[in-house]
């Protein structure tokens, strides 16, 4: 099972969140690698997160939450 990370969003602030802006796969779907599965919001970027691996996608969070850097948002197994 791989897990995926909210991004890091600053280095020096370890307490920085964003949002879970869209997940483009819905929970339980099949996803390749590369797919792009969720779109998230920090202060003035939004940055795109594609599945490492192929696999099934199972949703951890929920669109519209925020969450700090580095939260295990998702899992593909």
Do not use: C, Y
């Given at each position: 099972?791989?897990?995926?990370?909210?991004?890091?969003?600053?280095?020096?602030?370890?307490?920085?969140?964003?949002?879970?802006?869209?997940?483009?796969?819905?929970?339980?779907?099949?996803?390749?690698?590369?797919e792009l599965i969720a779109e998230v919001a920090v202060d003035k970027v939004d940055m795109e997160i594609t599945a490492p691996e192929a696999g099934t996608l199972t949703h951890l969070v929920e669109e519209g939450a925020i969450v700090k850097q580095q939260t295990v948002i998702a899992t593909i197994g």
């Amino acid at each position: 099972m791989t897990e995926i990370l909210f991004p890091i969003l600053s280095e020096k602030n370890p307490e920085a969140e964003g949002t879970v802006a869209t997940w483009f796969a819905p929970d339980g779907a099949a996803v390749a690698r590369g797919e792009l599965i969720a779109e998230v919001a920090v202060d003035k970027v939004d940055m795109e997160i594609t599945a490492p691996e192929a696999g099934t996608l199972t949703h951890l969070v929920e669109e519209g939450a925020i969450v700090k850097q580095q939260t295990v948002i998702a899992t593909i197994g």
